[in-house]
């Protein structure tokens, strides 16, 4: 660490030690106006993180630091298309996707042309001018990709479900044959399109899946020369899916400046636009540009997802937390935490700085959750009385996503009981007198109180959206992509890399051939080679 890091944090260090002594609790007693001093609204997204240890000089340490790493100066590297993803050589231009108006860079150009080719497929599936081998129309899309090439549509695809046209949107991702067939259960081959979505195409999962795809669809009756009518691919490997047998016609274009976790806003969205529609498609591009538009312009002490980076800094450097909760209480966003764990684990779980340096202090911190109000018949227990501090995403709709209105308030007071618990606790008294008003003899009281004691003072921010509508959509995700930049910046870590997962998939080939019995290693280690022989079988 540099002198001037070392001094920086060696002040928030201190200053942690300040904070940890004033509860939550305290905190709110203290100032009636906190929320009003800790909340702010951009693009249909408002932010309360009032209920986190922090007061104004927190604020001002934190961005004091975030002055120092340049965070101001790298925002408008992204931007602007500076090679920020220096170990690779390129630019990391995803808000370029979204761009709105007239194109006026290369690279917008490239987006318009690539949308134009994308708009006429959407429209001819649309409008059932695409048939299948035996002149039906297209009524089910399955789209075979993993990691980025999958979580964000089908996470999309689910929370905009109630936009859903005609179309049938499936997906398979996983290397388990299972995935693949059970999607083909009831599939119709004749009215059946696959889009093979890699940006590599290389990857064994995509590649496996899509051959398996194509034997099915042929043992189906599909004669070779009909098959480009149910297969489009996306990549910017053009000779890898031409050799796969897709024609150029059905090729959609991707390039190298977009990151593969950052791609769901280009033709990888063809299976979202296909669903939704290309119109809908526009909308949440539109919510992730007018997010970006923020960003680029709000000061940093006004800026949502910096605020959201900094909150994600000072918990995982300052008071020892490894693991974060995203919890949306809609059951249409129950994909969310896992879309995220990719943005955030892949983006910034690394050991080694920009510049090449170990990492001392902790980085990535672990992304988790699932949908509200599940979540509080399975894991709540922990965060109320377990020992971890866990800071939390709380994410709810302002408007009801069904006609059961009722079940929304319900669903909101779930969600705000939950923080409000978080925060507030149970303490030994008050257990007592709810004891003492259920009959319990004092003997039992003493017993039973201390089980029933919440500490509380556990931090939490929320996210409220007017409502899931697609362009509330894309600034959610947009806020949490620049979120993970400004941590980038802050922990001075490349996150638009991932040389994390090559080893693995190096090792998977060698290890595949042995387990098939052509090529075993005697150097391997005792467990693995073990390991290959039971599962032969
Ligand atoms: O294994 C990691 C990864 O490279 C991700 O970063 C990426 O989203 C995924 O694999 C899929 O890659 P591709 O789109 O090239 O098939």
Redesign the pocket.
């Given at each position: 660490m540099k002198t001037s890091t070392k001094t920086l944090y060696a002040q928030l260090q201190q200053h942690q030690k300040t904070m940890k002594t004033l509860s939550l609790r305290r905190l709110f007693e203290d100032d009636s106006h906190r929320n009003d001093r800790f909340s702010a609204e951009t693009s249909g997204i408002y932010f309360d993180y009032s209920k986190n240890h922090i007061n104004s000089e927190t604020l001002k340490l934190l961005c004091k630091f975030a002055e120092h790493r340049k965070l101001s100066q790298a925002m408008s590297d992204l931007l602007s298309g500076k090679h920020v993803n220096n170990t690779e050589n390129r630019p990391a231009l995803h808000t370029a996707l979204r761009f709105q108006g007239k194109p006026k860079t290369e690279q917008e150009f490239m987006v318009a042309e690539a949308k134009k080719k994308m708009s006429r497929l959407v429209n001819s599936i649309e409008t059932q001018q695409w048939l299948g081998f035996t002149g039906k129309p297209i009524n089910t899309v399955i789209n075979i990709?993993?990691?980025?090439?999958d979580l964000g549509p089908r996470m999309i695809t689910q929370a905009l479900s109630n936009y859903k046209k005609n179309v049938d949107v499936k997906f398979v991702a996983n290397i388990d044959g299972a995935d693949l067939c059970d999607t083909l259960i009831g599939a119709d081959p004749e009215t059946t399109l696959f889009i093979i979505?890699?940006?590599?195409?290389?990857?064994l999962e995509?590649l496996e899946n899509a051959h398996s795809a194509k034997r099915w669809i042929q043992q189906q009756g599909c004669p070779d020369k009909q098959l480009k009518q149910h297969f489009i691919a996306i990549s910017t490997n053009l000779p890898a899916a031409k050799d796969f047998g897709i024609c150029d016609k059905n090729i959609l274009p991707l390039w190298n400046w977009v990151g593969?976790?950052y791609s769901l806003w280009s033709t990888i969205g063809l299976s979202i636009a296909l669903a939704i529609g290309m119109e809908h498609f526009e909308e949440l591009l539109l919510g992730a540009h007018q997010m970006d538009k923020h960003y680029a312009t709000a000061p940093l002490q006004n800026n949502l997802p910096v605020l959201a980076g900094l909150l994600s800094f000072w918990y995982s450097q300052f008071w020892g937390c490894s693991s974060y909760a995203v919890l949306p209480y809609a059951k249409r966003l129950s994909k969310l935490p896992t879309y995220l764990q990719?943005l955030d684990m892949?983006s910034l779980g690394k050991n080694i700085s920009k510049d090449g340096e170990p990492i001392n202090t902790p980085t990535g911190t672990v992304t988790w959750g699932t949908e509200g109000s599940n979540s509080q018949h399975s894991f709540h227990q922990l965060l109320h009385q377990g020992n971890q501090l866990i800071p939390i995403d709380f994410i709810m709709a302002k408007k009801p996503m069904s006609p059961l209105i009722h079940q929304h308030a319900y669903l909101q007071a779930c969600c705000i009981g939950q923080s409000q618990a978080l925060l507030k606790g149970k303490t030994l008294a008050d257990a007592e007198t709810e004891l003492r008003h259920q009959g319990l003899d004092e003997a039992s009281i003493k017993t039973l109180a201390p089980h029933k004691v919440i500490i509380g003072n556990k931090p939490s921010n929320t996210i409220l959206i007017e409502e899931l509508s697609p362009q509330n959509l894309g600034s959610l995700i947009s806020f949490y992509e620049h979120k993970v930049y400004t941590l980038g910046v802050l922990l001075n870590i490349n996150p638009f890399d991932?040389w994390g997962?090559e080893l693995g998939?190096q090792l998977s080939q060698p290890t595949y051939q042995a387990i098939i019995g052509k090529e075993s290693n005697t150097l391997w280690d005792s467990s693995t080679n073990s390991l290959i022989k039971k599962a032969r079988s």
């Open positions: 990709g993993i990691g980025g090439s979505c890699s940006k590599s195409f290389t990857t995509t593969g976790r990719q892949e991932q997962v998939k």
